[in-house]
């Protein structure tokens, strides 16, 4: 029987005499047990600082006058181990039976012994040390795991007082604006100053609540992409305009660097548009006022490479590998001045490993700025050549529609109404699922902008009402609601 497997499960032998303890090295080697012969007590005392898995004494070793330091060793061992000690004893030495007393876990064997004998004997003390070293790392695993839950809790707590910090941050400048507003205002220069203020905190809010929805969407696996050939600058168009509002509040020099020829990938536009205004958006929060960020979109052996670079607060060596984990955040003084949760960078490296892609971080060290670089395959070219739309721009629409709007929150669907107003558009408010439907034979509304969550007939009842009728067979029904998971959207598909 074999004890290899654990490196601890070694028995130390302290012989009689040499010769003894040769003979019994080869018995219990033969035997598949890794025996060490210590010379003395001295050394077994120092073995015993080690894994160790039984001990094996004579009545001689308990006579020894260095035995105490044996008997020490032993007694600093942890709670949870209790080494197995075989005693192989002759006659009734007074000496011998007073140290035998003194030890716990033993197994004595009346000397001679027969080698069947010491070998059952060993093996058995080796498999309960080995039961010891599984008791052992459950109580390790257990001990990281209580560690784990305590660092995830400190990390829930903190990441929640983040998030009320950060959405009470762009409140107190709206309710602000609110209230001087209400008290009137007839300068337009300060009232289109404050509408101004209150859009730029509003769209803080809408990025920081989607940044989280994305990543718990993701993190469930309920983040689909789509599948499609595209010009790749279209989407560093759209995160530049993004993340023009920040890069301009803190005085940025924003230079931008493309190629003159379309860069088609296969993927989703929007998400990819969200990875590099992240990256942007990073870039100006950690570059104090008055810095150079550097957009860069190339190509380089197949790949469409963009790298984002900036002469910023840089990233320390030793967090450039920490920099796409969850709530990770460089330099956590700076991030809450200027406002962030530290999921940004992690979305980007999740978006990109969805994508077949990958992104990587760099950086000189503090004040050296960072440079970020996201990769992705360029479109096949039979793809690319059957889709050459793929660098056109999409037409404008610039139509108007008789619009309904249904929600049971008056606030929301009189303000989704007045904006729709304000674009063109016919519209009509229902604030019940019921009055909705007497409002749609009346109206006939070209679309309906509804809420799902409603008392008496939600959103869903609603629709499968509408779609019911054949005069509303061409109406087009958008939901509207904070619920988006997978089985959400579903429902409202099937409910038309």
Known sequence: MAHAAHPGLRALLAPATRRDGKVAFQVLEQSGIECVVVPSLFDMAAELRKDVGTLILTDAALADPHFDTVL??????????????????????????????RLQNVTVLERPTSVRTLIAA????????????????????????????????????????????????????????????????????????????????MNVMVR???????????????????????????????????????????????????????????????????????????????????????????????????????????IPRNMLDQVFRMFAQVNRTLDRAQGGLGIGLSLVHRLMEMHGGAVTAASGGVDLGSLFTVSVPLAPTDVQDQRPHCAEERPAMDSTYRILVVDDNRDAADLLSLLLSSEGHETRTAYSGSDALTAADEFRPRVVFCDIGMPGLNGHQFASCIKENSIHASTLLVAITGWGTEDDRRQSQQAG
């Not at 390790?140 to 839950?149: S, Y």
Request: charged residues 25%.
């Open 72 to 101: 020490a060793a032993l007694s600093e061992q942890e709670p949870w181990s209790d080494i197995p000690i075989v005693v192989m004893a002759q006659g009734n030495d007074d000496l011998a039976s007073t140290a035998l007393r």
């Open 122 to 201: 060993v093996q058995a003390a080796l498999r309960a040390r080995e039961r010891q070293f599984q008791i052992r790392d459950q109580i390790e695993a257990l001990r990281q795991a209580d560690e784990a839950l305590r660092a995830a809790d400190r990390r829930k707590d903190e990441f929640l007082a983040t998030l009320a910090h950060e959405l009470r941050n762009p409140l107190a400048p709206i309710r602000s604006a609110l209230h001087i507003m209400e008290r009137g205002v007839e300068d337009s220069q300060t009232r289109t100053r404050l509408l101004a203020m209150m859009n730029r905190q």
């Open 208 to 314: 920081l609540i989607d940044d989280l929805l994305d990543v718990a969407r993701i993190s469930s696996g309920k983040v689909t992409l789509e599948h499609e050939c595209f010009d790749l600058r279209k989407a560093v168009d759209a995160a530049v305009e993004g993340a023009r509002p920040i890069v301009d509040a803190a005085s940025h020099q924003l230079v931008i660097e493309q190629p003159d020829r379309p860069v088609c990938v296969m993927g989703d536009a929007t998400r990819l548009a969200q990875v590099i205004g992240n990256l942007l958006n990073n870039a100006a929060k950690y570059t104090p006022n008055g810095g150079r960020i550097e957009l860069r979109l190339q190509v380089l052996d197949g790949v469409a490479v963009t790298t984002v670079k900036d002469n910023g607060v840089g």
